[in-house]
């Protein structure tokens, strides 16, 4: 089965400035999404783009895919502390309905 | 988006023992998923529980050592059997939106000593 590679693995920044994480993914894809877990708990999804999509917005995010290179970034602007959280994105391969994650990207957003 | 809630939130077993983990949602749907996170890593799939029929595990995953049970469209159960300190994970359980995405329940955080 096809994982996900995400980097960083970490990133830290201060609260206002901008966040960007990489996605790489290795078989053809019916969509790609991104989710937000805090602390070991649940996942809460953020933003979904389809393969026949290059770019997506949802409030202070903004989404990039480029199935050419098999990957995808997720920016956050102007961040806040309460964005804190590791990021991961999950693709739905062509012809199935499960997702695949990727390793995930630790954020820490300082005061 | 659907509400789903999990029980227990926590445990801490004895090797060798049993687990069931419960996940409740608020509508009914045809398919849960059952996931595990293992400490500091990724979500891993570990089957496909549809109401009435088999739940569909995935490579490297068995049914003799997580059984799953789906008696309706609300709820389903997974055990963890006869645990060892490598299933200490987060065990979450998650159904499909409309639009391909997925809402998950809050997690059972496992520890087996």
């Known amino acids: 089965s096809q994982q996900g590679e995400e980097d960083p693995q970490a990133l830290s920044i201060q609260e206002g400035e901008n966040a960007t994480m990489n996605c790489s993914y290795k078989?053809?894809?019916?969509?790609l999404q991104w989710y937000r877990q805090n602390s070991g708990r649940g996942l809460v999804h953020l933003i979904l783009?389809?393969?026949?999509?290059r770019e997506k917005h949802s409030g202070r995010l903004r989404v990039t895919l480029d199935t050419s290179k098999k990957s995808s970034s997720l920016l956050i602007t102007a961040s806040r502390a309460a964005d804190t959280a590791s990021y991961f994105c999950?693709?739905?391969?062509?012809?199935?309905?499960?997702?695949?994650f990727g390793k995930g990207t630790m954020l820490l957003v300082s005061p | 988006s659907a509400v789903i809630s999990q029980k227990p939130s926590r445990d801490i077993c004895q090797r060798g023992t049993s687990l069931t983990i419960q996940c409740q949602v608020d509508?009914?749907?045809?398919?849960m998923f059952w996931y595990r996170q293992q400490p500091g890593q990724s979500l891993t799939l570990i089957a496909t529980?549809?109401?009435?029929?088999?739940?569909?595990?995935e490579s490297g995953f068995v049914i003799d050592k997580f059984p799953i049970s789906r008696p309706n469209l609300t709820f389903s159960t997974l055990t963890v059997s006869n645990m060892s300190p490598e299933d200490s994970s987060i065990y979450l359980c998650?159904?499909?939106?409309?639009?391909?995405?997925?809402?998950f329940g809050p997690g059972t955080r496992l520890t087996v000593l």
């Open positions: 529980a549809n109401q009435g029929s088999e739940a569909t595990y």
């Open positions: 999950a693709t739905v391969a062509s012809g199935y309905s499960t997702l695949t």
């Open positions: 078989t053809s894809i019916n969509n």
């Open positions: 998650s159904v499909p939106g409309t639009a391909d995405e997925q809402f």
């Open positions: 783009i389809r393969s026949n999509e």
């Open positions: 509508s009914q749907v045809t398919m």
